[in-house]
T-cell receptor, first 116, second 110 residues
Framework: DTAVSQTPKYLVTQMGNDKSIKCEQN?????MYWYKQDSKKFLKIMFS???????INETVPNRFSPKSPDKAHLNLHINSLELGDSAVYFC???????????????FGEGSWLTVV | DAKTTQPTSMDCAEGRAANLPCNHS???????VYWYRQIHSQGPQYIIH???NNETNEMASLIITEDRKSSTLILPHATLRDTAVYYC???????????FGTGTSLTVIP
């Protein structure tokens, strides 16, 4: 069973469209994240949710709106897509929200978004 | 946030130990060191983490210096499937944030 699964894996869309990426984790974790990996391979955190509440929003444009209907799901909706949004988006989860705890983050396989 | 510095790339002969260094001189006393790897077109995979003591699991060993300013990930017997980018990460100071840097691209050579 896949621990953190995200769909779609590949998405090609035109500028200006609105699209969503879905994420589900079956690990029973209470914290979920979205990361963006750009063309230079840097992996940057976008959002973090703990118990369905937004904890971290790393200066992401408000065209990006995460939604967490329950602890096992964190979806990413993107409005008015731009060329610069082309990247790989990773969903992840962990148990607990503590700066110093040794809890591990588990990543999904990624969603390749190409805006044309 | 504590930053990490890693070599851009390394090669290792198949079957030999791969030693990947990481500097994290600004790490604070309670921050953990994590290692992840990313194989092409896949999500980051957890390898190991530690605080002060050396750690070992089925994948690798983690050696942390006494002053905690650097660490080394050891893959004892590298295989071709270990070719990947390896990230050394220190926990962010605002909670569950993992800041990935450039990582080390490890190539295992037959």
């Amino acid at each position: 069973d896949t621990a953190v699964s995200q769909t779609p894996k590949y998405l090609v869309t035109q500028m200006g469209n609105d699209k969503s990426i879905k994420c589900e984790q079956n690990l029973g974790h209470d914290t979920m994240y979205w990361y963006k990996q750009d063309s230079k391979k840097f992996l940057k955190i976008m959002f973090s949710y703990n118990n369905k509440e937004l904890i971290i929003n790393e200066t992401v444009p408000n065209r990006f709106s995460p939604k967490s209907p329950d602890k096992a799901h964190l979806n990413l909706h993107i409005n008015s897509l731009e060329l610069g949004d082309s990247a790989v988006y990773f969903c992840a989860s962990s148990q607990g929200f503590s700066r110093h705890s040794g809890n591990t983050i588990y990543f999904g396989e990624g969603s390749w978004l190409t805006v044309v | 946030d504590a930053k990490t510095t890693q070599p851009t790339s390394m090669d290792c002969a198949e079957g030999r130990a791969a030693n990947l260094p990481c500097n994290h001189s600004t790490i604070s006393g309670n921050e953990y060191v994590y290692w992840y790897r990313q194989i092409h077109s896949q999500g980051p995979q957890y390898i190991i983490h530690g605080l002060k003591n050396n750690e070992t699991n089925e994948m690798a060993s983690l050696i942390i210096t006494e002053d905690r300013k650097s660490s080394t990930l050891i893959l004892p017997h590298a295989t071709l499937r270990d070719t990947a980018v390896y990230y050394c990460i220190v926990r962010g100071n605002t909670g569950n944030q993992f800041y990935f840097g450039t990582g080390t691209s490890l190539t295992v050579i037959p």
